[in-house]
């Protein structure tokens, strides 16, 4: 691909930006930037959407996910509330349809421990504002006629929890940006990038840089192998390894999130339904391991039984992009940016990161 293919030969230096990571919060990023007059291109070392956003369960769910009162805590609360807008105004763009459901999420307790530990959490994450009622077994029994109520100790249901498929969203916004200034640079690994005062240099395996007003780093657990030049060293990024399976069953067999301790099961409108996930300090290991598919699937079968019938229908690994917190806005520059560490949020967590920075890079450099 030659470098200029990347870039919008009408649009103007100060118009130009560069995302680097076609996940979703690198597409969520490049849409809203377009959206206020940018000619944005978006560049991938494979292909938009392909790694933890392909991967992703999508659980939208503050819930299961956040604990303490954080910068994390703030932002996945303010994302969760604007999902609803950001779906709906998705998928009116797009002309695509995205699979949300505002479902709610059981969480079950099968130990004295679990209740404990259930409790305690409840009651912190009231203080954030966080709702969840406890439900007496008869109900989980009534509601939930699929889920394990032996040696049942309690359970609580987060009705604000909800579940949205990254695939649709991956897809809807690469559909509603073909209408806007948007290139999307497949297999195109950024190699380098240069921070100068009056504006950032992106080097590509294609060949020789190319110059943009400000450019956005989103390449999630890939961020950091990025050499940047012109600001202080980077956070750091790395993989945190999650395996998740797939069991097609027939609609409406899981018709909210159900958690117990690590484990989640969701499933989608069209049926298939997640078992997640395993946490795995391994690197970029793409290996499926069949042991903790097993693992994985023993989990499943503990807390919807019937499970234990049959087989996964797909297993899959994806990678959290960790790092030591939630890095969203500048660094060190008004036209350097970074956008990573979303962990497990990621999916959650691109409707805030996308308005954040379109709003950061609008007030550090101006809308065209
Ligand atoms: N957000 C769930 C996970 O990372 O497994």
Same mark, same amino acid.
């Given at each position: 691909?030659?470098?200029?293919?990347?870039?919008?030969?009408?649009?103007?230096?100060?118009?130009?930006?560069?995302?680097?990571?076609?996940?979703?919060?690198?597409?969520?990023?490049?849409?809203?930037?377009?959206?206020?007059?940018?000619?944005?291109?978006?560049?991938?070392?494979? $292909?938009?959407?392909?790694?933890?956003?392909?991967?992703?369960?999508?659980?939208?769910?503050?819930?299961?996910?956040?604990?303490?009162?954080?910068? &994390?805590?703030?932002?996945?609360?303010?994302? +969760?509330?604007?999902?609803?807008?950001?779906?709906?105004?998705?998928? +009116?763009?797009?002309?695509?349809?995205?699979?949300? *459901? /505002?479902?709610?999420? %059981?969480?079950?307790?099968?130990?004295?421990?679990?209740?404990?530990?259930?409790?305690?959490?409840?009651?912190? *994450?009231?203080? %954030?504002?966080?709702?969840?009622?406890?439900? /007496?077994? #008869?109900?989980?029994?009534?509601?939930?006629?699929?889920?394990?109520?032996?040696?049942?100790?309690?359970?609580?249901?987060?009705?604000?929890?909800?579940?949205?498929?990254?695939?649709?969203?991956? $897809?809807?916004?690469?559909?509603?940006? $073909?209408?806007?200034?948007?290139?999307?640079? /497949?297999?195109?690994?950024?190699? =380098?990038?240069?921070?100068?005062?009056?504006?950032?240099?992106?080097?590509?395996?294609?060949g020789s840089g190319m110059a943009y007003c400000a450019a956005v780093l989103a390449a999630g657990a890939w961020s950091a192998e990025i050499r940047v030049a012109g600001v202080p060293a980077?956070?750091?990024?790395? #993989?945190?390894?999650?395996?998740?399976?797939?069991?097609?069953?027939? =609609? *409406?067999?899981?018709?909210?999130?159900?958690?117990?301790?690590?484990?989640?099961?969701?499933?989608?409108?069209?049926?298939?339904? %997640?078992?997640?996930?395993?946490?795995?300090?391994?690197?970029?290991?793409?290996?499926?391991? #069949?042991?903790?598919?097993?693992?994985?699937?023993?989990?499943?079968?503990?807390?919807?039984?019937?499970?234990? =019938?049959? @087989? #996964?229908?797909?297993?899959?690994?994806?990678?959290?992009?960790?790092?030591?917190?939630?890095?969203?806005?500048?660094?060190?520059?008004?036209?350097?940016?970074?956008?990573?560490?979303?962990? +497990?949020?990621?999916?959650? %967590?691109?409707?805030?990161?996308?308005? &954040?920075?379109?709003?950061?890079?609008?007030?550090?450099?101006? @809308?065209?």
């Amino acid at each position: 691909i030659h470098p200029a293919a990347h870039l919008d030969p009408a649009a103007h230096l100060q118009q130009r930006v560069a995302v680097i990571g076609g996940g979703i919060i690198g597409l969520s990023t490049a849409w809203r930037l377009a959206q206020c007059g940018f000619a944005v291109t978006v560049y991938d070392r494979s $292909s938009p959407g392909g790694e933890a956003s392909w991967a992703g369960a999508g659980m939208l769910a503050p819930g299961g996910e956040v604990e303490d009162d954080s910068p &994390l805590a703030t932002a996945a609360l303010a994302s +969760r509330r604007m999902y609803p807008e950001f779906v709906a105004e998705l998928e +009116r763009a797009s002309g695509c349809t995205i699979d949300y *459901q /505002e479902c709610g999420a %059981l969480e079950l307790a099968y130990t004295d421990s679990e209740w404990q530990e259930l409790e305690h959490r409840a009651a912190a *994450q009231k203080q %954030l504002g966080i709702s969840s009622k406890p439900i /007496e077994q #008869p109900s989980v029994h009534a509601f939930w006629p699929r889920v394990r109520t032996d040696s049942l100790k309690g359970a609580r249901f987060y009705p604000g929890d909800a579940i949205v498929n990254p695939r649709d969203v991956v $897809s809807a916004l690469v559909k509603a940006m $073909s209408g806007l200034r948007v290139t999307i640079a /497949e297999r195109c690994p950024v190699l =380098e990038v240069a921070v100068n005062e009056s504006s950032v240099e992106v080097r590509t395996v294609a060949g020789s840089g190319m110059a943009y007003c400000a450019a956005v780093l989103a390449a999630g657990a890939w961020s950091a192998e990025i050499r940047v030049a012109g600001v202080p060293a980077l956070p750091f990024s790395e #993989p945190v390894k999650g395996h998740l399976l797939g069991y097609l069953q027939p =609609e *409406q067999t899981c018709t909210t999130i159900i958690r117990r301790g690590r484990t989640y099961l969701l499933q989608r409108s069209n049926g298939m339904l %997640l078992a997640g996930a395993s946490v795995e300090m391994v690197g970029f290991d793409r290996q499926v391991k #069949p042991d903790i598919v097993a693992e994985l699937a023993s989990d499943a079968g503990a807390i919807l039984p019937h499970l234990n =019938e049959t @087989t #996964p229908t797909e297993s899959w690994i994806g990678f959290r992009p960790s790092s030591d917190g939630l890095h969203v806005g500048p660094w060190h520059s008004e036209r350097f940016f970074l956008a990573y560490g979303h962990y +497990r949020n990621g999916i959650l %967590l691109a409707p805030w990161t996308a308005a &954040l920075l379109r709003d950061a890079i609008g007030s550090s450099l101006g @809308t065209p």
